[in-house]
């Protein structure tokens, strides 16, 4: 089955700066590739994803790139607010139906 | 609201017995997926229902555990003679497949179990 990798599992950046976490994939035959955000307590919400016939897309402070050729993709946070910090996490999915996740990025924007 | 819905939000239960969950999921998604999550993972896929089907269960879906979704609306997922390791977050999501965007499936905010 699918195997997501993610990296860092910690991450702390000033306010202002960016924000870049990276996820490699196992399986080839993935095609689209999910980014969730979770704050604490809330439920995992759909910030944006790319299909694989697509090497990046952006919307306003977020944007992920995809390698297929490496396997990895990432996601970009530029001018990160307080409101970023989250747990983040990668998915992929081989199927229309399966995703297969990531263990998680904690992003804190310190002030 | 209109998103995915799941209930009860949080559920103790003593190992053995048998609990139950209930998702709702976005009325015009005709597909509802389970997920756990445990501590400091990511979601892990379980089983899902395209209409009232299910199509695939994973082998994480021991035969305690059993979901239905009768009339291919809500859910129900139910865990019997709970052990100490079911204890988790078990989190719903839907989409619909016959959208111009298929794959992008919603989450509930979950339901936590916690078995003593």
Not at chain 1, 12 to 21: H, L, T
Not at chain 1, 84 to 91: G, K, L, P, R
Not at chain 2, 29 to 46: A, I, M, S, V
């Amino acid at each position: 089955g699918e195997n997501v990798e993610q990296h860092p599992s910690t991450l702390s950046v000033q306010e202002g700066d960016s924000a870049v976490i990276k996820c490699t994939y196992s399986d080839s035959a993935s095609n689209y590739f999910p980014w969730y955000k979770q704050e604490l307590g809330k439920r995992p919400q759909l910030i944006i994803d790319i299909r694989s016939n697509v090497g990046e897309k952006k919307d306003q402070r977020i944007a992920v790139t995809l390698n297929k050729t490496a396997k990895h993709f990432s996601l970009h946070i530029t001018e990160t607010q307080p409101e970023d910090s989250a747990v983040y996490f990668c998915a992929a999915s081989s199927t229309d139906y399966k995703l297969s996740f990531g263990a998680g990025t904690t992003v804190t924007v310190r002030a | 609201d209109t998103g995915v819905s799941q209930d009860p939000r949080h559920k103790i239960t003593k190992r053995g017995q048998n609990v139950t969950f209930r998702c709702d999921p976005i009325s015009e998604h005709n597909r509802l997926y389970w997920y756990r999550q445990t501590l400091g993972q990511g979601p892990e896929f379980l089983t899902y229902f395209q209409n009232e089907a299910q199509l695939e269960k994973s082998r994480l879906l021991s035969d305690r555990f059993s979901a239905e979704r009768p009339k291919g609306s809500f859910s129900t997922l139910e865990i019997q003679r709970t052990e100490q390791g079911d204890s988790a977050m078990y989190l719903c999501a839907s989409s619909n497949a016959q959208a111009f965007q298929p794959y992008e499936q919603y989450f509930g905010p979950g339901t936590r179990l916690t078995v003593t």
